[in-house]
């Protein structure tokens, strides 16, 4: 089963605009939403929106514990901003099964950086930091397959 599948981290809320949360965390995002701003390809946002990105073939696990690793040097920051009450952390994770774009598992795939786009799983580094800052975890599955 070919799987395309992204993960990301944001920091959402309706009235700290993605600007002010940058300069708080003292790290640019990857993305931005806009509360309110009209944009063809999606609805119009609800909240304002600052993401950390990880797109690949890699394991959710991977992309995940990557978007932890580059949060790590502004963790103080990134705890300050996350339980301000105008804020809401959450780690994000997408995937689509039977995409035309995404990968599947070599049947004799068992080396470091070969797919795993099926099963993942949270270390407990990454548990503590969804702890610390308070963020949940949004899973959201799509099955694009004709049955």
Known sequence: MLTLQYSYFALRSEVLSARVIADRL???PDEVLVLGSRRPEHRIPRYHSWKLVRRGHESVDEQIQHI???????RDNLIAVATDP?????????RYFHHEDGVEKPRDASAPGDPRPL??????EVLGF???TGASLDVDEYDLGDE
């Open 86 to 94: 105008e804020v809401v952390p959450v780690m994000q994770v997408v």
């Open 68 to 74: 932890v690793d580059r949060l790590a040097p502004v």
């Open 26 to 28: 003292r790290l640019e």
């Open 130 to 132: 969804l702890a610390a």
């Open 119 to 124: 099963g993942w799983n949270l270390s407990a």
